[in-house]
């Protein structure tokens, strides 16, 4: 089975900062097209950040300048460093995998909780 497991969530004020992993299995499944994704109260779930097979990155654009998406494939991780948080940031992060042939992730964890207040 593949498992996405996020991790790194919390409380931080605004203008802080925080870093989600997020760990996946087989190992094979880190050198899918990546993403993270976002969900508020009472809102949809956006798309915050993405890292195709071939290393594209693409950035949402109210957290350009601001998140860092990463992966390590030799430790089977996908990373989101958040800096300079709004209150806005607050949601439910996930991170999710797709096949490069693919329209939609098919996989995705169960979520980490950011809080900015």
């Known amino acids: 089975d593949v498992q996405l497991v996020e991790s790194g969530g919390g409380l931080v004020q605004p203008g802080g900062s925080l870093r989600l992993s997020c760990v996946v299995r087989?190992?094979?499944?880190?050198?899918?097209?990546m993403g993270w994704f976002r969900q508020a109260p009472g809102e949809e779930r956006e798309g915050v950040a993405s890292?195709?097979?071939?290393?594209?990155?693409t950035y949402e654009d109210s957290v350009q300048g601001r998140f860092t998406i990463s992966r390590d494939n030799a430790k089977n991780t996908l990373y989101l460093q958040m800096s300079s948080l709004k209150t806005e940031d607050t949601a439910v992060y996930y991170c999710?995998?797709?096949?490069?042939?693919?329209?939609?992730?098919?996989?995705r964890g169960q979520g980490t909780q950011v809080t900015v207040s």
């Open positions: 999710a995998a797709r096949s490069s042939g693919s329209g939609s992730y098919k996989y």
């Open positions: 890292v195709d097979d071939d290393g594209t990155i």
């Open positions: 087989p190992s094979s499944v880190i050198r899918l097209c």
